[in-house]
Nanobody, 120 residues
Framework: QVRLEESGGDLVQPGGSLTLSCAVT????????LGWYRQRPSKDRERKLV?????????NYADFAKTRFAISTNNDETTVFLFMTNLTADDTGDYYC????????????WGLGTLVTVSA
């Protein structure tokens, strides 16, 4: 059984930084795609891509994240990090960890989310 569990959501001031973590338990077939999505209240009708990274590959970022966020994993891909800097109020929302095999089989996994609030 695969489980993704986010942590690190917090209240942070505009211009501040925050690191999110996702603990991966169980086995996602390799190569795998891991990443982060977000949904902002009253702005996003659905979860939107933030960043993804595949086994042995390079990260992919949404435009809003390209210069401010960084994604990484530990060596065995049991933890996924999202390093966020220069946060603005527009970044406020629920952030979700995501994973699936690179070859899409219909199996995909989501965490329950962690709330990031950017406010003075």
């Amino acid at each position: 059984q695969v489980r993704l569990e986010e942590s690190g959501g917090d209240l942070v001031q505009p211009g501040g930084s925050l690191t999110l973590s996702c603990a991966v338990t169980g086995v996602i077939p390799k190569p795998s795609l891991l990443g982060w999505y977000r949904q902002r209240p009253s702005k996003d009708r659905e979860r939107k891509l933030v960043a993804t990274i595949s086994s042995g590959g390079s990260p992919n970022y949404a435009d809003f994240a390209k210069t401010r966020f960084a994604i990484s994993t530990n060596n065995d891909e049991t933890t996924v990090f999202l390093f966020m800097t220069n946060l603005t109020a527009d970044d406020t929302g629920d952030y979700y960890c995501y994973g699936r095999p690179v070859r899409f089989t219909g199996n995909q996994y989501w965490g329950l989310g962690t709330l990031v609030t950017v406010s003075a």
